[in-house]
């Protein structure tokens, strides 16, 4: 679709480098600055789907600005300035080897574990006598592994530290952010009625220092239930009403799609992708409590480039 961003071919000044993932591109300029910019693909089942979804990348953009100036006064974060609706710019940090997954409730990969008969995930023990999206007595931590090719993998604080990933001093000092984070998030979702189930977090160290990267608090990294009938539900074994990007699985699910070898990725039709753009727009004012303001998608690419061009003009002047 010609009103959405998929892909970027840019050549800034002073640049050194592109990465490219399942979403985020990101420049890197003068081995100092961090471009990134949040296209508007979608991915599921570890796979990028083949229609851009309009507005997704605004929406995911803006979330974690909003979220990493709320956090601000917990942990430094990479974020220096926000040039356009899906462009942040910020410190070049070089990223910790792990993923700071925080659960707060026993539901996705944590409530696979446990319905298989296991009882502790990544060296830490679940209690006895959970069911699906139970909330634990006190928030896990359970970090993977950052894998540059294929799937994270879940990793013990133990075997981070004896591998060497990251210091025992400076881990630890990662979950205390992480938890303080996660205790923020909480708060704030709880006052948008909803309830912060779980997420990730990823840090990196510039100049000595650890700043929170990446995203947070997106509907792509966390997962949200609504407050209202949660208990209701779990009373009932109810499946919980959900705030994340779940409906896309659940409708490729249903056209017999799920990553697995051999199997077609389905078209997307243009009514369900103006269905998904719709929804993460909901999301986007749920999570935020903000009126999204639709950004002018008439020559998007365009846009976004020359922003991020007098942006860059601009920091260069004032160094």
Not at 54 to 62: A, D, E, R
Not at 104 to 127: F, N, Q
Not at 166 to 174: F, H, T
Not at 294 to 312: F, P, W
Request: glycine letters at 6%.
């Amino acid at each position: 679709m010609s009103n959405t961003i998929t892909s970027t071919d840019f050549n800034f000044p002073g640049q050194r480098s592109v990465y490219r993932g399942k979403v985020r591109e990101v420049y890197n300029i003068d081995d100092r600055l961090l471009v990134m910019i949040a296209t508007d693909r979608i991915s599921a089942f570890d796979t990028v789907l083949p229609e851009g979804i309009p507005y997704k990348g605004q929406v995911l953009n803006q979330i974690a600005a909003k979220f990493m100036t709320e956090t601000a006064d917990i942990v430094p974060n990479w974020i220096i300035a926000t040039p356009d609706p899906v462009v942040a710019v910020g410190h070049l940090c070089v990223p910790h080897k792990v993923e700071m997954v925080i659960r707060g409730y026993l539901s996705g990969h944590a409530w696979r574990e446990y319905r298989d008969g296991k009882r502790t995930i990544c060296g830490v023990a679940m209690p006895d006598g959970m069911k699906e999206n139970d909330k634990f007595p006190e928030p896990l931590l359970t970090p993977t592994t950052k894998a540059d090719v294929g799937h994270d993998e879940d990793i013990s604080r133990e075997d981070i530290i004896a591998q060497g990933l990251v210091g025992e001093e400076e881990y630890i000092k990662l979950e205390e952010y992480t938890r303080a984070l996660f205790q923020r998030g909480t708060e704030i979702a709880a006052k948008m009625g909803l309830i912060l189930v779980d997420t990730k977090y990823e840090f990196g160290k510039a100049n000595g220092t650890i700043y929170l990267i990446d995203e947070i608090h997106t509907p792509d990294s966390s997962r949200y239930f609504y407050q209202e009938g949660y208990q209701e539900r779990q009373d009932k074994d109810e499946p919980q009403k959900q705030l994340s990007k779940e409906f896309v699985r659940e409708w490729l699910m249903e056209q017999g799609f799920q990553g697995l070898e051999g199997q077609s990725i389905p078209d997307m039709p243009a009514e369900f992708v103006s269905s998904v753009s719709e929804r993460y727009i909901e999301l986007f004012e749920q999570i935020t409590g903000d009126a999204f303001e639709r950004a002018d998608v008439s020559s998007v690419s365009e846009r976004v480039e020359q922003n991020i061009l007098e942006y860059l003009a601009n920091e260069k002047v004032s160094q």
